[in-house]
């Protein structure tokens, strides 16, 4: 029961096809740091240097993936996926140039991994947020962990196989496998008919979607705990990433094939991790079941800090890895949850910016201190470090993912409008009045506190709450934005949970006052006729894509 509903999602063509794709370019990527890590030991003795390959794989995920998010909610998702593994591709076709020509020392090989990392950077939001139209909604969980698994069963065999490659053929082939690897995975984009549903408005400036996202991220707490989470693993659990090839070389007397079998482990511990995470995510709250998996995994990291058998570090790798999807799993699916559909690519950009970006800085800490103290008690420390995580529960909760209906309100409505407009027109002020119970104040403003957040996250600047002096039932909020359009974008961004904050802010106010709205134009100088000749702009109004009459709202916005 549990093996069926994990593979529930794999019924649906689309996905089907692009996940299957999708183990080949994994497997490319996979062979690829084997090969680039396994030479860099070749190419240097330092421990930072070869520490240094996991951080350029991982560093542009967590620089790319931010305007990639922004991109991809823009923009056609699939024509973007195709596009980053295009760049990935040809990236990885110039190293293998490079590599037979010799010219592929220590800082170039760095430098194309970080090129290749960036390709995938940009194509990986763009997958990842498209996945809910690939299935159905109660599949989303287990087709999120497929999406990782699809990574994973690659790395179960993948390292294991790209140590052999590289022993057999050496490094310069194995750079041109993963170039001829992306491929597939483009061919089954490309075939992928996906539903375009044009936008109705004109898309963002990739600066604004940007900053867009990054308010959200800041005024959606459970973004941000989201975030704080999967950097702080990431750190913690940078040590095993970074410092597998030295675990093999020197803790385990090994070559590339004892670090291809280690990495397998975890790929292996990893796909029998991802069957178990929708059961999880039934049976366990998130917090409580991230604070089990990651106990499990710091005792199996010490174990493989002070193991001189492969077996065991083997058997050790196969739990920290399954423990590692289940997290890694729960937090990107609770991201999903998190944030509603037009924000979704930038959301999940963040969650990879700050989980990569944690391996990459973790890996460079953790390399640098095992040039220090050694390898095995820098691994004993990283597994400690980890078993501070529940911690974090107390700071950044989990709890109340999934809690709020993100879905969309279709906003239907007209503003009453008489001045001529454009999109640039602005900046424009809203004004709400609120007549509340003088007993009900206290409990009405800390209920606009949160209409606050959802103003703000939402795209509106500047908001305050005042009260009048002269009477002291009447509330007025007021916020701002840009210009016109963002206006109206602010609308098409409204949700259920929004209406329903509404609602509960509506109950406070007196019975037969209702709410009264104003829409100002600031700086109206160019809504003047200075003399009575000049034509009448109001026939130039511009209605961004669709007839005013959809914008007409019922609730007083």
């Known amino acids: 029961m549990v093996k069926l509903r994990a593979l ?94 010799g010219l592929a020392g220590p800082w170039i090989l760095l430098a194309f991994c970080f090129l290749i990392g960036a390709g995938v950077a940009l194509y990986s939001p763009s997958w990842q947020a498209s996945i809910p139209e690939q299935v159905l909604p109660e599949h989303l969980p287990a087709a999120v962990a497929l999406g990782s698994v699809s990574y994973n069963i690659a790395r179960s065999f993948g390292p294991a196989l790209g140590g052999l490659l590289v022993v057999a053929l050496g490094a310069t082939a194995v750079f041109g496998i993963t170039a001829f690897l992306y491929l597939p995975l483009m061919l089954a984009f490309a075939v992928w008919n996906r539903r375009h549903v044009p936008p109705r408005l004109p898309p963002e400036r990739i600066d604004r979607a940007i900053i867009s996202g990054i308010r959200y991220a800041v005024y959606a707490a459970p973004v941000r705990a989201v975030m704080i989470r999967a950097a702080a693993y990431g750190i913690a659990y940078g040590a095993i990433a970074a410092l597998t090839p030295l675990i093999a070389r020197d803790l385990l007397d090994g070559n590339a094939g004892t670090f291809g079998i280690l990495l397998g482990a975890g790929g292996i511990g990893a796909v029998c991790g991802a069957l178990f995470v929708s059961e ?114 107390l700071v950044s909760p989990l709890r109340d993912i999934g809690r709020d209906n993100l879905t969309s309100v279709d906003m239907r409505g007209d503003p009453d409008i008489e001045l001529a407009l454009s999109g640039r027109s602005g900046p424009i002020r809203i004004e709400i009045d609120y007549h509340v119970d003088p007993d009900l104040a206290r409990s009405f403003y800390d209920v606009m506190r949160k209409m606050q957040r959802a103003r703000l996250r939402n795209g509106g600047y500047g908001w305050t709450i005042s009260r009048d002096l002269g009477d002291r039932t009447l509330w007025t909020e007021h916020y701002e934005f840009p210009t016109w359009q963002d206006y109206l974008r602010n609308r098409e961004r409204f949700t259920e949970a929004d209406r329903a904050l509404q609602k509960e802010v509506d109950t406070f106010c007196t019975p037969m006052e209702g709410n009264r709205v104003r829409r100002r134009l600031q700086r109206p100088f160019g809504s003047v006729r200075w003399k009575a000749d000049t034509p009448d702009p109001s026939t130039d109004i511009i209605d961004m894509v669709l007839p005013w009459n959809l914008f007409r709202r019922r609730d007083g916005q």
């Open 8 to 101: 529930a999602p794999l019924e649906e063509p689309n996905f089907r096809r692009i996940w299957s794709a999708s183990l080949l370019s994994n497997l490319g990527q996979l062979v690829l740091g084997v090969a680039a890590a396994w030479q860099m030991t070749k190419l240097t003795n330092s421990p930072e240097m070869v520490a240094l390959v996991q951080s350029a794989l991982m560093l542009p995920l967590m620089l790319v993936a931010v305007p990639a998010g922004a991109i991809a909610d823009m923009f056609d998702r699939r024509k973007i996926a195709i596009s980053g593994l295009i760049f990935s591709c040809l990236s990885a076709g110039l190293l293998t140039l490079l590599s037979a020509l």
């Open 280 to 393: 999880i995510r039934e049976r366990m709250s998130m917090d409580r079941a991230m604070a089990l998996c990651v106990m499990v995994a710091s005792i199996a990291i010490v174990t493989v800090a002070f193991s001189r058998s492969l077996p065991l570090s083997f058997i050790a790798l196969v739990v920290a890895g399954a423990a590692n999807m289940i997290v890694i799993s729960l937090l990107n699916v609770a991201m999903q949850f998190s944030v509603p559909r037009w924000v979704t690519a930038r959301a999940l950009a963040w969650f990879t910016s700050s989980l990569t970006g944690g391996i990459a800085f973790g890996a460079w800490m953790w390399g640098r201190l095992a040039g220090e103290i050694g390898i095995s008690h820098t691994v004993a420390i990283s597994g400690g470090v980890l078993l501070l995580m529940p911690v974090l529960a």
